[in-house]
Structures are given as C-alpha cells and as structure tokens.
C-alpha cells in the first residue's frame, strides 16, 4: 500500500506521524512510504534518515496525498484542504471531529474518506494507546511550563511551586484524574508541590491515591468543592475529556473571582473545546493572556515542545494501527481491531459514530467489529 507522511502545518507543532525506523517497518513488510520534504526535521529526522529507511521524499503536500492511499498525519488536514482528500482514502490524524463547525463537518463527510481520529481508538477496557501517550507528556510538560509560566518574568505571580526550606511550595489544583492528571500530578509531587486533584468519578480518586505517592489531596469534583480548591490554588491544571465528545466546561467565568490575582490557569482540554469557559488557543511564544485578573494558558499542542520524544511515543502508539490497515485493507482491519473501529469517525463518508451523529444530527452505521 501507498502510504503518505505530510510535514505539519499547524502553528508551531513539531511533530511527525511516524520516526524513520516506524517508516522502516513498513517498507520492509513491502509498503511504499511517501514522507514531504522535511516533514520530521523539527523532531530532529531529517530526509536523509527516511530515505536510508527505504522513504520516497515528495517536494509538496499535494503529492503525499495524492500518492497515500493511507495517509498518517499528527493533526488532521484543515477544511481548506479538504478538496485534496481523495475518494476511499484513510487519514489518520488528530481529527477531534466533536469540536468542529457543522459545515466542516459535512464537506468532510462529502469526500466520501475514512476518518481515523487517533486520539479516538480504544480498546475494550478503556486504554487509548495514542491518546494516553500524549497525555502522559502532556502532564509531565504542563507542570514544567506551568512553573516557569508562574515566574515574574512571565507575568505570574512569583511562586516557586516546590517552595525551599522555610518557604511553602504552591498549591497545584489538578481537574481531572485520568491519565493526563495523574502525570502532572506525579510530577508536581516530584517537585514538592502542594496538590490537590480533583475528578467526578470516586473510582479515578481511589485509583489515582493507590497510584500516586503520598501527599496528594483529592476531592470530589462537586461545585463547591471546585469552588473552594480555585480560592487557594496557586497554578490550576484544567484536565477533564469525555471520550468523542467535546470537553465539558467545569470553570465558568464567574468562578474566576473566587481566585487569587494572577493565578496561572492552564487548559489541557482546549484540543476538544476547552474546560474553562474563558479559553482560547494560544501558543508557546505567546501563552498566556488574561480575563478578569487570571491568567490564562492554553496551548492544544503541547506535548510538540518535546518534537522528537513525542513523535518517537506517537510512533509505538499508532504503528500497530497503520500495519493493520496496509497489510490487511481498511475493511479487515476494521473488522479484525475493534479499538480501530471505535476510533473511526467516518467510513467512506458514513458517520460511523454515535456520539458524532448525535452532534450534528445525522444518521449512523455501527461498524460490524461493534455490533456485538
């Protein structure tokens, strides 16, 4: 099978769907791989290691996907680019197809493409090899960032959040115990932090206090309770998703008064639309802004920060996935990997999601590895 590599557009994203030896493991199972010019320099691959690996370099973007029957990507192409999407093509990629326009939507859904969200397959008990691999960079990350970010320098509030000897540590407050928060939470720890971790579920608290080192707080995630952990939080961690949907809002506006001035608030859900009502987008070279006297920070892709380990973990997570469809076709992997299907937006154009067709109104097939 042709497979298509492109190099990423989006702004400061660094990443690449797949490092040299993923690319190698292809072509030696006899695939052809077709990686754009200088698609994975910023992760520190550039052409020539591909093409020791047996890639074809192509010169444009148009070429990778006219050439990829299967196209592996980081972030999903843009609406604008959707008239290059061919027929019966796969793409792989962060589609977050529940946070889109419903006119990007359907022009997607016109081009008659499978759409792979990675950040969507799943297997039976729960685990997203692709999505928790990422979050657990994330998690990792947004504790160093968040720590620099509550520096004078950076506009914070001056806050040392391990604290020193005779001076206390910062109060993290960590929204949501899933992977995402446990990682930053574990981090934090390490640091000396003072961490608070919240979630709505009393069975992610019990298994995030079994996991997590002692010295973690943890709280039901009632409002009240959200409330009073925002009055004394320092740097608070928004990590809260609902799987194919898009990101509840758990801090409204009007929660921000409770808040200290120039408390550091960083959003990890913004991929999916957010968690914080007064998010928007931002990046590494400019991230923070402010409402209402709190910062504000929320960079979607943050794990690209570390380019080269984030594409060397998004490569173990999807390699599996991307052999499965080049070596037994689109129709047996999705039949023979049930975590593939349910990560499966779209089949040749049908929605092949519940929760998808709930949100924009349109009908859906459950794809047969599903039906039982």
Not at 205 to 229: C, D, H, I, Q, Y
Request: charged share 20%.
């Amino acid at each position: 099978m042709d497979i298509g590599i492109p190099r990423e557009r989006r702004l400061r994203e660094h990443r690449v769907a797949l490092t040299p030896s993923g690319v190698r493991t292809l072509v030696q199972k006899g695939h052809r791989v077709w990686v754009e010019s200088e698609a994975g320099l910023s992760a520190g691959h550039p052409n020539a290691e591909y093409e020791a690996a047996g890639a074809q370099v192509a010169y444009s973007r148009h070429e990778v996907f006219a050439r990829g029957a299967l196209v592996a990507t980081v972030y999903a192409p843009d609406p604008s680019e959707y008239e290059m999407l061919e027929r019966d093509q796969v793409v792989f990629g962060f589609w977050g197809l529940p946070a889109t326009r419903p006119e990007d939507f359907h022009a997607l859904a016109a081009r008659e493409v499978t759409a792979i969200g990675i950040e969507a397959i799943e297997d039976d008990a729960g685990h997203a090899p692709v999505r928790h691999s990422m979050a657990e960079i994330a998690g990792s990350l947004a504790v160093i960032v968040g720590s620099g970010l509550l520096l004078n320098e950076f506009g914070g509030k001056g806050i040392l959040l391990g604290g020193v000897p005779g001076v206390p540590p910062g109060n993290l407050v960590i929204l949501g115990a899933g992977v995402l928060g446990r990682a930053a939470a574990r981090a934090a720890t390490g640091l000396g932090a003072q961490v608070t971790l919240l979630d709505q579920s009393i069975g992610q608290l019990r298994a995030a206090s079994r996991e997590l080192p002692g010295g973690v707080t943890t709280m039901l995630a009632t409002s009240p309770n959200v409330e009073k952990a925002l009055s004394f939080a320092d740097l608070v961690l928004g990590a809260v998703a609902v799987r194919g949907q898009r990101a509840p809002i758990v801090v409204t506006r009007s929660m921000l008064k409770v808040m200290k001035p120039r408390t550091l608030v960083m959003d990890l859900a913004i991929d999916m639309g957010g968690c914080f009502e007064t998010s928007r987008p931002t990046h590494l070279s400019s991230p923070t802004y402010e409402v209402d006297g709190i910062l504000h920070a929320c960079i979607p892709n943050l794990p690209s920060a570390v380019a080269r380990a984030s594409t060397q973990a998004l490569t173990n997570a999807l390699l599996p996935y991307l052999s499965a469809v080049a070596d037994q076709g689109i129709d047996v992997a999705l039949r023979c990997h049930r975590e593939l299907a349910r990560g499966t937006y779209l089949y040749r154009g049908r929605c092949a999601s519940e929760m998808l067709a709930r949100t924009f109104g349109v009908d859906w097939w459950r794809l047969p590895a599903l039906e039982d």
